[in-house]
């Protein structure tokens, strides 16, 4: 079966860290770039970071940029996030999705989301 | 504050055909392809529109996009109450070299 599946979520303090998982089955992992997106509260959907699927590329948000660091394990078929100094604002559902371009290029929309994992920043 | 720039809310009857806008610039949508996503409380979203105007497999038909500059519409016709959620457009930040989604719509079916 085709899937995404996220852990690692949890509740934190401000200024902690964190590391979230994404297990990828059903598809050739090695080939497809990867996202992390996330949705806070009662707000929208945000794009936080991805890593191409082609060349090993990495990129992020702005609000993350720095504190974050995505990367990818693919004889595992697993994404990772590492997340740092994290902020009350970061509090939200982490969602990983599947870049839906052909493989080893990136489209940069995205055709396979997991149920996603909720991190809880709070003192 | 979104990149991508939605309608809080829209609302027809059921049967009804409903629009929403996603609005950018040059360095977004006028320079990339266009995706909507579905979304439902409590659950993952889920592709609808890719490419400006493509739809997975199984997605029907009343689902539809399409783009126009810097700005693109999804058009959803023969509503029904099963559409009641919200919809997000997003592309490539050529600029920001970064995704970006707009806010968001919420649909109600009346």
């Known amino acids: 079966e085709v899937q995404l599946l996220e852990s690692g979520g949890g509740l934190v303090q401000p200024g902690g860290s964190l590391r979230l998982s994404c297990a990828a089955s059903?598809?050739?992992?090695?080939?497809?770039?990867m996202n992390w997106v996330r949705q806070a509260p009662g707000m929208g959907l945000e794009w936080v970071s991805g890593?191409?699927?082609?060349?090993?590329?990495?990129f992020y948000a702005d609000s993350v940029k720095g504190r974050f660091t995505i990367s990818r394990d693919n004889s595992k078929n697993t994404l990772y996030l590492q997340m740092n100094s994290l902020r009350a604002e970061d509090t939200a559902v982490y969602y990983c999705?599947?870049?839906?371009?052909?493989?080893?290029?990136?489209?940069?929309?995205?055709?396979?989301w997991g149920r996603g994992t909720l991190v809880t920043v709070s003192s | 504050q979104s990149v991508l720039t939605q309608p809080p809310s829209v609302s027809a009857a059921p049967g009804q055909k409903v629009t929403i806008s996603c609005s950018g610039s040059?360095?977004?949508?006028?320079?990339?392809?266009v995706s909507w996503y579905q979304k439902f409380p409590g659950t993952a979203p889920k592709l609808l529109i890719y490419d400006n105007n493509k739809r997975p497999s199984g997605i029907p038909d009343r689902f539809s996009g399409s783009k126009s500059g810097t700005s693109a519409t999804l058009d959803i016709t023969g509503l029904q109450t099963g559409d009641e959620a919200d919809y997000y457009c997003g592309t490539w930040d050529t600029s920001l070299s970064a995704g970006v989604f707009g806010g968001g719509t919420k649909l109600t079916v009346l």
């Open positions: 040059s360095s977004n949508i006028g320079n990339y392809y």
């Open positions: 999705a599947k870049d839906g371009g052909p493989p080893n290029q990136e489209y940069w929309y995205f055709d396979l």
């Open positions: 059903g598809f050739t992992f090695r080939h497809f770039a």
């Open positions: 890593f191409s699927g082609s060349g090993g590329s990495t």
